[in-house]
């Protein structure tokens, strides 16, 4: 990793958050680059035949998990895994959305997750999601151009906004569609123009807001990424490049990406659902058949690291971090420590990650919060305590976590890549 960094792959970044508006274009996108490295999907609901070093990838709903298949069965070399999210903070549309007041078509939504709800005013906004379609299909959607906005309200109006800025989500944050009220289709139909089906086929849709404004560099010297959602589709991104670029060996690498963590993780999909023990006891099932002692031996043996943006220094807003541990963007990927236990990083998983990292030449940063600030958690602890699977949080540094424009640095994008990597690759 010596030398000038290699800012190309925050370009493979800000394409990957463009294309994943949402969770189940999060899957559709890294289901994409798997399918275009030779990975082939799998239905959970098929017998699987496995062979060593093929690479497959299962959906389930916004989640996905992709392995390539070691040349030593799990009981025997363990699995080394990467589990990340694919959802971010956003609004959800309701099922009946159409709203009508002062003169305008308004749409009907409801916060997802604990965003800064202020970022999401005055921006160009749109839908995206996933419609089911009569007869079970369904289809990806994406609205074109900028239909809806949240506008603030002037000062002139409210000069109390100089105390502070609170916003009522059931009454202020409901996004304006348009002042057409003759209008009779909204945006059902033009849901259904964009799914290419006629209105009446879309029998239900998971919806949510979404910024249009594509990525970008920003930064005096152009090294910074500026986009949405890269809380965690940054790491998404690493991970799945990661993944792709790992030598196959003998043990099985896998990728998890779980929906619904901002929620808590409580899904068929989420990190608390049953998503990856499911997939983790196929694989070893098929490798040792009827070996009772398989999966425990398989687990003990395996390390997960689990891979979620972590908080860089603010810059006017340093003392809301602890003095001794202050990640820098650009620094490399973060070890994240809580001794509550938000994150499951331990010293064994610490040192076996910085050995990973310095086997790749990749610097290390750690991330405690204050004693007097509690902070976020990850899938990470969810998983650790489901599977009893030895894990490690990390991260990138990022600033703004949570808004609907975050920042990150482009010199961190190949660090964390070569990290995982060397953590697929043990
Ligand atoms: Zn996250």
Redesign the pocket.
């Known amino acids: 990793m010596a030398g000038m960094p290699d800012l190309s792959s925050g370009d493979d970044l800000r394409a990957f958050v463009d294309a994943a508006p949402t969770p189940f274009h999060a899957v559709a996108e890294l289901g994409r680059r798997l399918n275009a490295a030779g990975f082939t999907e799998l239905a959970e609901g098929d017998a699987w035949t496995l062979a060593p070093g093929a690479g497959h990838f299962v959906v389930r709903h916004g989640s996905l998990i992709a392995f390539r298949v070691g040349s030593a069965s799990p009981a025997e070399a363990g699995l080394r895994l990467v589990g990340t999210?694919t959802d971010?903070p956003t609004f959800r549309v309701r099922p009946r959305p159409d709203v009508r007041q002062a003169g305008y078509r308004l749409v009907g939504v409801e916060p997802y997750g604990g965003g800064l709800w202020h970022t999401w005013l005055d921006r160009e906004l749109t839908v995206a999601g996933r419609v089911v379609l009569r007869g079970g299909g369904t289809a990806l959607v994406r609205l074109p151009g900028a239909p809806l906005r949240l506008p603030s309200l002037a000062i002139h109006l409210d000069r109390s906004v100089r105390e502070g800025l609170t916003l009522d989500p059931q009454r202020e944050l409901v996004p304006v569609w348009s002042h057409d009220l003759a209008d009779a289709d909204g945006l059902a139909a033009a849901v259904a123009e964009a799914a290419g089906v006629a209105a009446d086929d879309v029998l239900a849709a998971d919806l949510v807001l979404a910024d249009t404004q594509p990525a970008g560099t920003a930064g005096a010297d152009g090294t910074w990424v500026a986009a949405p959602r890269l809380?965690?589709l940054a790491?998404c991104h690493a991970a799945v490049t990661a993944l792709v670029a790992a030598p196959a060996g003998a043990r099985t690498q896998l990728l998890v990406a779980n929906d619904h963590?901002?929620v808590g993780s409580g899904s068929m999909s989420g990190a608390r659902g049953s998503f990856l023990a499911d997939v983790v006891g196929r694989l070893v099932a098929l490798a040792d058949p009827g070996d009772p002692q398989a999966l425990p031996r398989a687990l003990a043996r395996s390390r997960l690291v689990s891979a979620?943006?972590a908080h860089a220094v603010h810059p006017t807003r340093s003392d809301r971090h602890e003095p001794a541990h202050r990640p820098q963007l650009g620094g490399g990927p973060v070890v994240k420590v809580n001794a509550n236990q938000a994150y499951a990083t331990d010293a064994a998983g610490s040192a076996w990650f910085a050995e990973r990292c310095a086997a790749a030449s990749v610097p290390v940063q750690t991330f405690v919060s204050r004693a007097d600030l509690p902070c976020?958690s990850?899938i990470g602890p969810l998983t650790a305590t489901r599977l009893g699977i030895p894990t490690v949080d990390v991260?990138a540094p990022m600033l703004a976590?949570h808004s609907c424009r975050e920042l990150a640095s482009a010199v961190d994008v190949p660090l964390v890549v070569a990290a995982l990597t060397s953590c697929f690759a043990d």
């Open positions: 999210h971010s809380d965690n790491s963590e901002e979620d943006m976020g990850t991260g976590m």
